[in-house]
């Protein structure tokens, strides 16, 4: 069977986190404090230009290899293992029941002949990898257990293995972005009453093109689902409403530079149409789910800490919004610029959770 790089494998105990999206890379190395806490060691981030990527594609893969050598400068890590993550788009996943009491090989078979019935191409072309999640739900012992399988086109997974190796890196971890960032998120919700086991959370990631949701009460997806809403629209408003190319919009608006009614012409509205999207999904969740309400509203994503996005969602949706820091209540590395940091920390969930899976037993 291929493999898709030991997908929910033990880690060795070096390893960042990478994670390539549309716009940045962003690194992330954590270590273990004297008490046993999370440090973390290293974070950096460098942007990529539109065009790049474009649906989770590398169209130019020579300019996106030289960002990642670019942020692995800039970390000033040593660390050669890598876990890095595809989109959800470019990745089939599917939870099968499978009799109990099988050995790996035995297991390795069934998963591959269960596999044809979800994959719509040849197993050649794919790489395959599962997990036995735990007894399927009212199984006793010697019953079905339930198991997830994933699969990728193979140039997929291959690509994501030459960006790292290009900047000198080895891929031993190719994990699915929303998982890593339901693992970073998951240190966050235990800290709730209950450990968060009763708390239904919606997690909203704010990309550069798409807007993605995940719904969890503990460790349960409950629903997820894409919106193509994203900070793209806010690069095209300022380069609408100023007259600025798109590169130049963009730059502008990473760097501050932007006229004095910027706030009230062109964030302010951008704002309000990205609560009034997130409170679009949140009544798709209550429509096809059977519950009616969530506890809390988490943002994360490069867009998450636009100013006044938190209370308009709030407003919008009447449940409580907050930004997602995923660094929260972990020691700060003497390399790492905290100032700079608690702007950024948002951009960083899924880099996190892939620098998390180091410490996965």
Known sequence: MASMGSLFAKEPAGLVGLDISSSSVKLVELGRGMGGGLVLERCAMEPLERGWITDGTIEKFDEV?????????????????????????AVITRKILLPGGLNDQELEVQVESEAHQYIPFSLDEVSLDYCVIGPASGAGAGTDVEVLIAASRKEKVQDLQ???EAAGLKPVIVDVRPYASRLAIG?????LPNAGRTSVMALFEVGANTTSMQAVRGEDLLYERDQVFGGAQLTQLIARQYGFSLDEAETRKRGGDLPEDYAAAVLRPFVNSLAQEIGRALQFFFTSTPHHTIDHILLAGGSAALPGLTEAVTRHTSFPARIVNPFEDMKIGFGVREKKLRREAPSYLAACGLAMRRFLQ
């Not at 660390?79 to 993550?85: E, G, I, L, P, Y």
């Not at 240190?187 to 800290?191: K, P, S």
């Open 187 to 191: 240190r966050l919700i235990e800290q």
């Open 65 to 89: 290899a030289e960002a990642v050598r670019r942020v692995v400068r800039k970390s000033g890590t040593r660390t050669r293992n890598a876990a890095m993550a595809l989109p959800a788009s």
């Open 162 to 164: 030459g960006l790292a």
